[in-house]
């Protein structure tokens, strides 16, 4: 069997490894095809969220809010694997939109938390049915079980030495999948 080069110049016989993991395509490789999924799930959210002017980053720390009483940001920082910096403008771009608050935590008055204020809650309510319209085209081709399956996989992958799972803690990121 002839291999080529990049150049695609015939190679002398012996010289690929044949057979090798490394010389199969990248849809042969799990990671790769779970990084395109994710840009694709991505893109499809940012367009969906693009008439609001917000991100999916955005979206993901609203979601999160609305699953706790408040967090301070070095907590969103670490739920949602953003770094420290990111979290900071993610928050000011929210806060001028009125969707988040800093509030003084009640356990530490020198502390602040964020917290999900109405417009937030409001934003989460109306955009729901975009949200679930996008996971529904990236998982189209599967069946009920298949989604199931497909999100308690990656829920467990997402989530292996993060401490408790979200399952655990009683919220789920993503909802149910249908």
């Known amino acids: 069997m002839t291999s080529r080069k990049s150049t695609a110049e015939p190679v002398e016989d012996g010289t690929v490894d ?3 993991p490394w010389t199969r395509g990248l849809h042969g490789d799990t990671g790769y095809l779970l990084y395109r999924l994710g840009l694709r799930s991505g893109q499809l959210f940012n367009a969906v969220l693009q008439r609001s002017g917000l991100r999916l980053r955005h979206y993901a ?6 699953t706790v009483e ?11 694997g953003h770094d420290p910096s990111a979290i900071v403008g993610l928050v000011d771009d929210l806060e001028r939109l009125g969707f988040v608050e800093r509030r003084p935590a009640p356990d530490d008055r020198r502390r602040r938390i964020v917290v999900l204020a109405p417009a937030g809650h409001d934003f989460l309510r109306a955009s729901h049915e975009a949200a679930r319209g996008v996971t529904d085209e990236l998982l189209s081709s599967l069946g009920p079980e298949e989604r199931e399956t497909l999100h308690g996989l990656l829920s467990r992958m997402a989530h292996t030495g993060d401490g ?7 919220a789920r990121y993503g909802g149910s999948v249908r």
């Open 61 to 66: 720390l609203l979601r999160h809010l609305a």
């Open 70 to 80: 408040g967090a301070a940001q070095r907590e969103l920082s670490q739920e949602l």
């Open 18 to 20: 044949e057979g090798a």
């Open 164 to 170: 408790p799972s979200p399952a655990t803690r009683g």
